[in-house]
């Protein structure tokens, strides 16, 4: 079977969506499905030979952070020509309601399509109302949908209509269990915190201001943040505070995967829009015990609390109480761990990618293939984006921070959506 698979995020920047298209991939190959991925990024050496690169992309807020898009008639141009030449048994969009690849892919192709939905949207979404009619013609030709989460379903559900199956986020159990741990990290009372720090939803503020209270009661314990972006928070810090927080800045997987195996307790201190929650599960694989806000789909990775203890979303003392009882606790912590490995082992990517193939295998028709849709053309969707006075580069129908929809952004070093995923 020949699968493409339409990633929307920039390759080359981590992502939660890019990762998990890469993986993916990796998963389909190692099934014996010949595979190629879409994405924009840039040409790389060490890029592996089964992806097609479709041009830079552009940075857009959404969803509350920054992703990387490509979106324009140069694109287009080339989402058709890849569909055209690659005879493919099933095309695999992911976020295809985002403007990028994913939704000029559906409007491109005809035949059997599967659809993954990533995000968690909480209330009205504008861009779902406003857009409803271009959202329609992407989705119209979709055979299968899928959503990673509950709350990724919930919002298909409530935004879209109609429903998916839900086939989690995956992860690799046996790169996260054998990782080696590092010393310097490896310390009693090391804490972990994982994404962007200028990031808000990511909640690192909340870890910050629970972490007096937690030194209080734990004076070994030290902070350990992985992650780009800067933040005024740090400096105004005390320094009986600043001493025991260690940037390291953006870290590979691998070094990722270190810290994880490493540290005392991870925390996952997000105060919302959290579709999934992989990087737990990373953690879990890691044999990290897991402390995270309880949101719901945290909640739902964790199993309600059995693999990981849960705080009040965006509440300090809470967080703060949490903590100190588990690094009091090393009994406590060994439990979490153990029952967050067995629980990360069910969404080990060798069982998740077999699900995936059960679901194109409900859409692939015998000898039928994916093909070039001559009546869905960009310049008709162009030419209804003009009727609209509106402009395709955007999730609010505007061009991000005055960037043309294939040029480069004049931010050029740009951000990362869903680092934690």
């Given at each position: 079977?020949?699968?493409?698979?339409?990633?929307p995020y920039?390759?080359?920047?981590?992502?939660?969506v890019a990762?998990?298209?890469?993986?993916l991939?990796?998963?389909?190959i190692?099934?014996?499905?010949?595979?190629?991925?879409?994405?924009?990024?840039?040409?790389?050496?060490e890029?592996?030979?089964?992806?097609?690169?479709?041009?830079?992309s552009?940075?857009?807020?959404?969803?509350?952070?920054?992703?990387?898009?490509s979106?324009?008639?140069?694109?287009?141009?080339?989402v058709?020509?890849?569909?055209?030449?690659?005879?493919?048994?099933?095309?695999h969009?992911?976020?295809?309601?985002t403007?990028?690849l994913?939704?000029?892919a559906?409007?491109?192709?005809?035949?059997?399509?599967?659809a993954?939905?990533?995000?968690a949207?909480?209330?009205?979404?504008r861009?779902?109302?406003?857009?409803a009619?271009?959202?329609q013609?992407?989705?119209e030709?979709?055979?299968?949908?899928?959503?990673?989460?509950e709350?990724?379903?919930?919002?298909?559900v409530?935004?879209?209509?109609?429903?998916?199956?839900?086939?989690?986020n995956?992860?690799?159990?046996?790169?996260?269990?054998?990782?080696?741990?590092?010393?310097?990290?490896?310390?009693?009372?090391?804490?972990?915190?994982?994404?962007?720090?200028?990031?808000?939803?990511?909640?690192?503020?909340?870890?910050?201001?629970a972490?007096?209270a937690?030194?209080a009661?734990?004076?070994?314990?030290?902070?350990?943040i992985?992650?780009?972006g800067?933040?005024?928070?740090?400096?105004?810090?005390?320094?009986e505070i600043?001493?025991?927080?260690?940037?390291?800045?953006r870290?590979?997987?691998?070094?990722?995967a270190?810290?994880?195996?490493?540290?005392?307790?991870?925390?996952?201190?997000?105060?919302?829009?959290e579709?999934?929650?992989?990087v737990l599960?990373?953690?879990?694989?890691?044999?990290?015990?897991?402390?995270?806000?309880?949101l719901v789909?945290?909640?739902?990775?964790l199993?309600?609390?059995?693999?990981?203890?849960?705080?009040?979303?965006?509440?300090?003392a809470s967080?703060?109480s949490?903590?100190?009882a588990?690094?009091a606790d090393?009994?406590?912590?060994?439990?979490l761990?153990?029952?967050g490995?067995e629980?990360?082992?069910?969404?080990?990517?060798?069982?998740v990618?077999?699900?995936?193939v059960?679901?194109?295998?409900?859409?692939?028709?015998?000898?039928?293939?994916?093909?070039?849709?001559d009546?869905q053309g960009?310049?008709?969707?162009?030419?209804?984006?003009?009727?609209?006075?509106?402009?395709?580069?955007?999730?609010?129908?505007?061009?991000?921070?005055?960037?043309?929809?294939?040029?480069a952004?004049?931010?050029?070093?740009?951000?990362?959506p869903?680092e934690?995923?």
């Amino acid at each position: 079977m020949k699968i493409g698979i339409v990633c929307p995020y920039d390759w080359n920047v981590p992502s939660g969506v890019a990762i998990h298209v890469h993986e993916l991939a990796e998963a389909l190959i190692d099934l014996g499905l010949d595979v190629s991925v879409l994405a924009p990024g840039d040409e790389s050496e060490e890029m592996a030979d089964y992806v097609t690169i479709a041009g830079r992309s552009i940075p857009v807020p959404y969803n509350g952070s920054v992703a990387r898009v490509s979106f324009g008639p140069r694109s287009a141009s080339r989402v058709r020509k890849w569909i055209r030449e690659g005879e493919f048994d099933v095309l695999h969009v992911h976020s295809p309601v985002t403007p990028s690849l994913g939704m000029m892919a559906c409007w491109s192709a005809i035949g059997p399509i599967v659809a993954t939905f990533h995000a968690a949207i909480d209330g009205r979404s504008r861009m779902m109302s406003s857009g409803a009619w271009i959202l329609q013609a992407t989705l119209e030709k979709v055979r299968a949908r899928i959503a990673v989460s509950e709350e990724a379903r919930r919002t298909v559900v409530q935004h879209l209509g109609g429903d998916a199956v839900l086939v989690p986020n995956g992860v690799d159990v046996a790169r996260f269990a054998s990782a080696p741990s590092r010393p310097e990290w490896s310390t009693p009372g090391s804490l972990a915190f994982l994404g962007r720090v200028d990031e808000g939803r990511k909640g690192l503020g909340v870890l910050l201001d629970a972490l007096p209270a937690i030194a209080a009661d734990q004076p070994e314990v030290r902070l350990l943040i992985a992650g780009p972006g800067e933040t005024n928070a740090l400096t105004a810090l005390p320094a009986e505070i600043s001493r025991r927080i260690h940037l390291l800045g953006r870290v590979t997987e691998q070094e990722k995967a270190e810290l994880l195996s490493s540290v005392a307790l991870f925390v996952a201190p997000h105060i919302g829009g959290e579709s999934f929650g992989i990087v737990l599960l990373e953690a879990m694989a890691a044999g990290s015990p897991v402390l995270a806000s309880d949101l719901v789909a945290f909640k739902d990775v964790l199993d309600g609390g059995r693999c990981g203890a849960l705080f009040a979303a965006g509440d300090p003392a809470s967080l703060a109480s949490a903590a100190t009882a588990l690094l009091a606790d090393p009994g406590r912590r060994a439990q979490l761990a153990a029952a967050g490995s067995e629980r990360a082992s069910e969404y080990d990517w060798a069982r998740v990618a077999r699900q995936v193939v059960a679901v194109y295998e409900t859409v692939a028709g015998r000898g039928e293939k994916v093909q070039e849709d001559d009546r869905q053309g960009p310049g008709m969707f162009a030419g209804r984006l003009r009727g609209r006075g509106s402009s395709s580069g955007s999730p609010d129908g505007g061009s991000p921070d005055g960037a043309s929809p294939d040029g480069a952004s004049p931010d050029s070093a740009g951000h990362d959506p869903g680092e934690q995923r």
